[in-house]
């Protein structure tokens, strides 16, 4: 069985890691206020017995848990939900439009995730995904809120890394469940000089337009914080946000140029290794590539196909 790895955090959240590909990766959040509790983001379903342990441990009922919240319905992110919704008698799954017919029918997800991945592997990520009652989902509408034993939740979508994401603010802690749209920073990019944000521009919506106004729409909320999935609460600084706009930018210029995907992915890995130089990295080069690695890949993959869809425009 896996090891239930938690964070306690400030205004009643719990960080609880999703124990996927590695300890680090990937996390989500349980958000308690006045003995109701939302879960923010889902794991896999290999993350559902982690969060039953926890409540267990907590003295929570099953029936306490009244929201199930994932940012979009990639499956790091929502691979839990049907296992979740199934825990969780009284809960009301919260999706984005766009994404509310995969939860339901999570076919399309499965399948497109098996030609990546495979069976086996597929498997050992994310295990069996289970359709959700379509009579228990709400999609949430740009700028609607939803109350949480009187703790406000708003919705705001934000496009640029999927069609189908959105962020959620909650004005108690002055922070936002940011998804994938203030991109990712893991333990291993926290140095002397500040946290190195890195982008995630992975396929296939990846759009730098919406993505760079997305930035500027959570900023204008004067955010305290931000509740990364990957990984973990994060001080929000204007200076961070601007760094990572000031990347999309320079990624849309290196893919602009002819490359293959190696060249385009030592492109990207230069420029990071670069900002992370700055920021105080002392680790030797080819440490700091390596914890670029799988997400860099992506990143390639979704710039080449932006690149593809402006040409075909």
Same mark, same amino acid.
């Given at each position: 069985?896996?090891?239930?790895?938690?964070?306690? !955090?400030?205004?009643?959240?719990? @960080?609880?890691?999703?124990?996927?590909? #590695?300890?680090?990766?990937a @996390?989500?959040?349980?958000?308690?206020? &006045?003995g109701?509790?939302?879960?923010?983001?889902?794991?896999?379903?290999?993350s559902?017995?982690?969060?039953?342990? !926890?409540?267990?441990?907590?003295?929570?009922?099953?029936?306490q848990?009244?929201?199930?919240?994932?940012?979009?319905? =990639?499956l790091?992110?929502?691979?839990?939900?049907?296992?979740?919704?199934?825990?969780?008698?009284?809960?009301?799954?919260?999706? =984005?439009?766009?994404? *509310? $017919?995969?939860?339901?029918?999570?076919?399309?997800?499965? &399948? &497109?995730?098996?030609?990546?991945?495979?069976?086996?592997?597929?498997?050992?990520?994310?295990?069996e995904?289970?359709?959700?009652?379509?009579? $228990?989902?709400?999609?949430? !509408?740009?700028?609607?809120?939803?109350?949480?034993?009187?703790?406000?939740?708003?919705?705001? =979508?934000?496009?640029?890394?999927?069609?189908?994401?959105? @962020?959620?603010? %909650?004005?108690?802690?002055?922070?936002?469940f940011?998804?994938?749209?203030?991109?990712?920073?893991?333990?291993?990019?926290?140095?002397?000089?500040?946290?190195?944000?890195?982008?995630?521009?992975?396929?296939?919506?990846? %759009?730098?337009?919406?993505?760079?106004?997305?930035?500027?729409?959570?900023?204008?909320?004067?955010?305290?914080?931000?509740?990364?999935? =990957?990984?973990?609460?994060?001080?929000?600084?204007?200076?961070?946000?601007?760094? !990572? &706009?000031? #990347?999309?930018?320079?990624?849309?210029?290196?893919?602009?140029?002819?490359? %293959? *995907?190696?060249?385009?992915?030592?492109r990207?890995?230069?420029?990071?290794?670069?900002?992370?130089?700055q920021?105080?990295?002392?680790? %030797?080069?080819?440490?700091?590539?390596s914890?670029?690695?799988?997400?860099?890949?992506?990143?390639v #993959?979704?710039?080449?196909?932006?690149q @593809?869809?402006?040409?075909?425009?």
């Amino acid at each position: 069985m896996n090891e239930l790895i938690y964070q306690s !955090l400030d205004y009643s959240i719990t @960080c609880i890691d999703a124990v996927y590909v #590695q300890k680090g990766i990937a @996390c989500f959040y349980l958000v308690e206020e &006045a003995g109701e509790y939302a879960v923010l983001e889902t794991g896999t379903t290999h993350s559902v017995p982690l969060l039953k342990q !926890l409540l267990v441990e907590r003295n929570i009922a099953p029936e306490q848990v009244r929201y199930v919240i994932p940012t979009h319905v =990639h499956l790091d992110h929502a691979g839990g939900a049907g296992a979740m919704m199934a825990a969780f008698p009284h809960a009301q799954l919260l999706i =984005h439009p766009r994404g *509310a $017919r995969h939860m339901a029918e999570p076919g399309r997800l499965i &399948a &497109a995730a098996k030609a990546v991945y495979g069976d086996e592997v597929f498997r050992e990520l994310y295990g069996e995904i289970k359709a959700v009652d379509p009579g $228990r989902i709400r999609s949430m !509408l740009d700028g609607e809120t939803v109350s949480l034993a009187g703790r406000q939740l708003e919705f705001r =979508h934000t496009r640029g890394h999927a069609e189908h994401h959105f @962020c959620v603010w %909650d004005a108690t802690s002055k922070g936002w469940f940011s998804g994938d749209m203030f991109g990712v920073s893991y333990s291993w990019f926290r140095f002397p000089g500040g946290d190195f944000v890195l982008p995630s521009t992975t396929p296939s919506q990846f %759009d730098p337009d919406t993505y760079l106004a997305s930035l500027e729409l959570l900023g204008s909320y004067k955010p305290q914080r931000m509740y990364l999935t =990957h990984y973990g609460e994060l001080e929000y600084s204007l200076a961070k946000a601007q760094r !990572l &706009a000031q #990347q999309i930018e320079a990624y849309c210029k290196f893919a602009a140029v002819e490359a %293959d *995907a190696i060249e385009l992915q030592q492109r990207l890995g230069d420029s990071a290794v670069h900002l992370m130089r700055q920021l105080g990295a002392s680790n %030797d080069e080819s440490e700091l590539r390596s914890y670029l690695g799988f997400d860099m890949q992506l990143n390639v #993959q979704g710039l080449q196909a932006w690149q @593809c869809r402006v040409a075909a425009n």
